[in-house]
């Protein structure tokens, strides 16, 4: 098994850019969640679904979308890039909701 | 309000000297409190999950201890393969979000 992959690794946006950020697991996990990490605040949860056609919002959703249309994709999309957005984005994936969390190795955002 | 904070922030550590780590916690209703550990420049790995307050699990040189505010992470003899930082997350019942706090970075020299 891949477990939880990302991509790409590192990206660099300029203002007003859009992207999207892939995660990919292999699992067949329900859960899958999308955090940000920031320098002395740990991590904070953007979006997560617990499952195929299912999202919901966590702390910070503002400028995120997501979507999951299967149960081993779920993509992050920027809208209109902020600098503010500039951070390490992680994927996670659990099996059902009280168990452990997967991640994948993060993408370091950049936004100019 | 949910509430997770880890401390101290930072902690350096003589090879072989054991310490403590220390999360407390707000949270009606908790589900399960998790450790994590995590590499620069890699996602956080899964160290343990305590469910009630007395639990107590181990693996190698680390143990993990649960009450009803707080947990602990007791090094015992580190390696300096053990630096990294440490995060704990908590989750409640009927609720699907997980919240971690700012972990804590853990230094042992040897």
């Known amino acids: 098994n891949a477990g939880v992959t990302q991509t790409p690794k590192f990206q660099v946006l300029k203002t007003g850019q859009s992207m999207t950020l892939q995660c990919a697991q292999d699992m067949n996990h329900e859960y899958m969640s999308w955090y940000r990490q920031d320098p002395g605040m740990g991590l904070r949860l953007i979006h997560y679904s617990v499952g195929a056609g299912i999202t919901d919002q966590g702390e910070v959703p503002n400028g995120y979308n997501v979507s999951r249309s299967t149960t081993e994709d779920f993509p992050l999309r920027l809208l209109s890039a902020a600098p503010s957005q500039t951070s390490v984005y992680f994927c996670?994936?659990?099996?059902?909701?009280?168990?452990?969390?997967?991640f994948g190795p993060g993408t370091r955002l950049t936004v100019l | 309000e949910d509430q997770v904070t880890q401390s101290p922030e930072a902690l350096r550590l003589q090879e072989g000297e054991s310490s403590s780590l220390n999360c407390s916690y707000t949270v009606s209703g908790l589900r399960g409190l998790f450790w994590y550990r995590q590499d620069p420049g890699k996602g956080p790995e899964f160290l343990f999950t305590?469910?009630?307050a007395g639990e107590e699990k181990e693996k190698e040189r680390l143990k993990a201890t649960l009450t009803k505010k707080e947990s602990f992470l007791h090094i015992t003899a580190p390696k300096p393969e053990d630096s990294a930082t440490y995060l704990c997350a908590v989750q409640r019942y009927n609720f699907n979000k997980f919240y971690f706090g700012s972990g804590t970075k853990l230094n042992v020299k040897p």
């Open positions: 996670a994936s659990t099996r059902g909701f009280a168990n452990e969390q997967f």
């Open positions: 305590l469910y009630s």
